[in-house]
């Protein structure tokens, strides 16, 4: 597990970096904003612990940067005690959780740990295609951000698109996954649900995520 730690107060940030790096984590230090806010981006971090008061750019736009950018790693802030609106303005942002100065190592470690777990059970059923996610256990569906809400069958068709993505599936071929029963390719059903599914996750022109393929049928296309 790898950690960045972005805190530019030395005792502070040598007092976590040492304290974790006994537990086993690898950790990384920025002590600038600037700084920080490039190496955020690295997908080598599995969680970054954020000071909020930084020499160039502070903690809480460079949080609201990547959430803008749709980075969703866990991010745990610092911040000095006394200052509850720079905490609340945080977690508004998207922190994942927050610790006030002074803190105890124990207690540090207690919420790293917390949130890699939390992490890691997210992780692993939630599947993000561009700005679309579809959380495979709750079955929720979000783009850009915004909840939508499908129906069973709706579901169960972008789910089969998302588990098939870049490749081309015929109608029969959706029809026989999704609906289970012999299709009759007389009927145009398969394309009334497609462009009823493409309404309701926003898909257009210049943000399409199915598209059609001309003779044969759909893809989803990733990239
Ligand atoms: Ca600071």
């Known amino acids: 597990m790898k950690i960045l730690l972005i805190e530019d107060e030395v005792k502070v940030s ?3 970096k040492r304290g974790l790096e ?3 984590f690898i950790v990384d230090v920025c002590y600038s904003g600037n700084e920080g806010l490039e190496m955020a981006y690295s ?3 599995d969680i970054i612990i954020l000071d909020i008061m930084l ?6 736009k460079i949080l609201q940067k990547l959430r803008d950018d749709f980075i969703q790693k866990p991010v745990l802030i610092l911040t000095a005690r006394d200052s509850i609106e ?8 998207g922190a994942d959780d927050y610790l006030a100065k002074p803190f105890s190592f124990g207690e540090l470690l207690a919420r790293v740990r917390a949130l890699l777990r939390r992490s890691a059970n997210q992780q692993s059923h939630i599947i993000q295609v561009k700005d ?3 959380d495979l256990m709750t079955h929720e569906v979000k783009r850009d951000g915004y909840a939508i809400e499908l129906t069973a069958k709706e579901y169960a068709l972008l789910e089969f698109f998302i588990n098939n993505s870049d490749r081309a599936l015929n109608r029969i071929t959706i029809a026989e996954h999704v609906w289970q029963y012999d299709f009759d390719p007389g ?3 398969i394309d009334v649900y497609i462009n009823r ?11 399409r995520l199915i598209h059609t393929v001309r003779g044969y049928g759909y893809i989803m296309k990733t990239k």
């Open 187 to 189: 009927t145009n059903f």
């Open 55 to 60: 020499p160039g750019i502070d903690g809480l």
């Open 22 to 24: 006994n537990e086993r």
């Open 14 to 16: 040598d007092f976590i």
């Open 197 to 207: 599914l493409r309404k309701k996750i926003g898909d257009c022109n210049n943000n």
């Open 132 to 134: 679309l996610n579809i």
């Open 86 to 93: 720079d905490k609340i303005q945080g977690l508004n942002l």
């Open 43 to 45: 997908p080598a971090y």
